[in-house]
């Protein structure tokens, strides 16, 4: 029996599309083409309205490809928020399967396929089908959250935290290491919050602490940290562990008190100056990422032009803005939502390009340097370049590359030096540096 996945979403979707590919492959051939299927498995995103309709126009169109006999099966965020509502409209999918029923995914696909498949098995970190290059990992160290920002219907999809204890983590990690994976990612919904469920405590300094115990030639990347929990401990222990990359990805979400009260964020502006000038007085290298949301309700001209200044003062490496997508059941329903969708996207634009302007700048203090740890991701045919990343870039595809000249064949994942030569507001581009 042929089984074809398509894994939709963020890189904790894609973890549990690799568990679900871990307890299928016992029984199951994995196929590259959609049109061998038996099993059609597609796992959903539904975080905001474009992914909720990715995710439909998926739906509709592998029903179109797969053969007259193969089953549909639709998994992930949108069957978990939406399974009774799209069941009538969409009767192409023959089974939704909902996350808090993935411990049990392995009997539902027995009577789906209704064969003699028989795999009574749970999903699990350790069974995975690594849809990641073999030179890097994404480690779920938790599934859910406990804030409950004004916007956000992650909580209504994925519940509360749920941490994993933390010899299951390095257990893991450990295992990877073994199989040559030099960057672990360590990702969550809001990973400082890590361990506060089970061990009533913050727990990510000390998940950290017996990680970098362990043996081997790695790095590890901490992804999605809450800004008011990113405490001195923490910054402290990435500037003293070189096992640790200082890269910070924080999503402030806005700037501004008025708005970051209303969005149910903790913190305030001056906090947030005062954090990331932390980061940068005690980690001079340190990447620091982050996110924000314009047109929330309640937001003016004003509050734009003010978010503006905030990003001049900490130059961001990384920026990413969405404008506010509504959604039911969360606080923000109850708000008055009256900038228009023109307006939200006006403010998008202005946002993202005062932030090409200081990535623009920021990446022309490079030319000329030499970079370490520069490791290859892939080739491109159109350049004759290798694509690059450091720990600078992380692997979601949305900080950018580098583009690296070399004289060399060079090989997947491959550790070099570089000389930057030139760049663009994302781009790096520079050739392999060898020391004479």
Do not use: W
């Not at 090989?411 to 790096?428: A, F, H, M, N, P």
């Amino acid at each position: 029996m042929n089984l074809y996945m398509i894994s939709l979403g963020c890189a904790k979707n894609q973890v549990d599309s690799e568990m679900i590919l871990g307890l299928l492959k016992k029984k199951m051939n994995i196929v590259e083409n959609i049109e061998d299927a038996d099993l059609i498995v597609v796992n959903t995103c539904a975080f905001i309205e474009p992914a909720r309709k990715e995710a439909i126009d998926t739906i509709l169109n592998v029903s179109e490809y797969k053969k007259k006999d193969a089953k549909i099966v639709v998994c992930g965020c949108l069957a978990q928020r939406y399974k009774d509502e799209i069941q009538k409209l969409l009767p192409e999918v023959d089974r939704f399967i909902s996350i808090d029923e993935y411990s049990n995914i392995g009997v539902i696909l027995n009577d789906v396929i209704n064969s003699n498949f028989k795999n009574n098995d749970t999903i699990s970190p350790l069974n995975r089908v690594f849809t990641t290059p073999s030179y890097m990992t994404y480690v779920k160290i938790s599934e859910g959250c406990l804030n409950r920002c004004a916007f956000c219907a992650i909580p209504l999809i994925r519940g509360n935290l749920c941490s994993r204890y933390i010899e299951d983590i390095v257990e893991e990690v450990k295992l990877h290491i073994n199989n040559g994976v030099y960057e672990i990612n360590l990702i969550s919904q809001d990973t400082t919050k890590y361990g506060y469920d089970i061990y009533r405590e913050l727990k990510i300094v000390d998940l950290l602490k017996e990680i970098v115990k362990l043996d081997g030639d790695f790095k590890v990347r901490l992804l999605y940290l809450y800004p008011d929990i990113v405490t001195d401990e923490l910054i402290n222990f990435i500037k003293d562990n070189d096992k640790i990359m200082p890269y910070f990805d924080i999503p402030i979400q806005h700037t501004e008190d008025l708005i970051l009260d209303k969005m149910k964020r903790r913190g305030n502006r001056e906090y947030l100056l005062n954090l990331f000038n932390k980061i940068k007085t005690l980690i001079p290298n340190a990447i620091i990422r982050t996110t924000l949301i314009v047109g929330f309700p309640y937001e003016e001209e004003k509050d734009i032009n003010s978010m503006i200044e905030f990003m001049k003062d900490v130059k961001f490496d990384r920026l990413g803005a969405f404008t506010f997508s509504l959604e039911e059941g969360t606080k923000a329903v109850e708000y008055p939502n009256i900038i228009s969708e023109k307006e939200k996207q006006d403010r998008y634009e202005k946002i993202m390009d005062v932030q090409r302007k200081i990535s623009l700048a920021k990446n022309k203090e490079l030319i000329g340097k030499v970079l370490d740890d520069v490791f290859i991701i892939g080739y491109d045919e159109e350049s004759f370049l290798y694509v690059a990343r450091s720990y600078a870039y992380a692997p979601d595809e949305i900080d950018g590359c580098i583009f690296v000249a070399a004289k060399n064949e060079l090989s997947l994942g491959q550790r070099i030096k570089i000389k930057v030569l030139d760049c663009d507001e994302y781009t790096l581009t520079g050739e392999e540096y060898v020391f004479e």
